[in-house]
């Protein structure tokens, strides 16, 4: 169990996704640029083997999970983790009902 403190410690906002491309050299690795209102980050997920077309996600608004220690992945710096449901070790990415500004926390 984790406390209430506990959950409020994660920075969770929605991004919106300016850009998706394939990680050169990398089955299964894409490159997001989000948008956050105060700033773009970069996100790297490993969802290519489920997102053939990755331009089909651009313009997505999704939420981010940002106060996450940096990680690089084949040479590219993440800055942040893609909260998405997993549905039979497949991704489903979440969004808002409705559009919301880039940067919008979610509780």
């Not at 490159?31 to 489920?50: L, N, P, V």
């Not at 710096?77 to 449901?85: L, T």
């Amino acid at each position: 169990m984790v406390t209430l403190e506990d959950f409020q410690k994660l920075e969770i906002r929605i991004g919106k996704v300016l850009s998706v491309e394939k990680v050169a050299g990398a089955d299964k690795l894409l490159k997001f640029i989000f948008d956050f209102g105060s700033e773009h980050r970069q996100i790297i997920a490993g969802m290519a083997t489920f997102f053939p077309e990755p331009s089909s996600l651009e313009g997505k608004e999704m939420p981010v999970l940002l106060n996450i220690e940096p990680r690089t992945f084949r040479g590219e710096e993440s800055h942040g983790m893609i909260i998405a449901a997993d549905v039979d070790g497949h991704p489903v990415l979440l969004h808002p009902e409705r559009e919301v500004a880039p940067g919008s926390m979610v509780l």
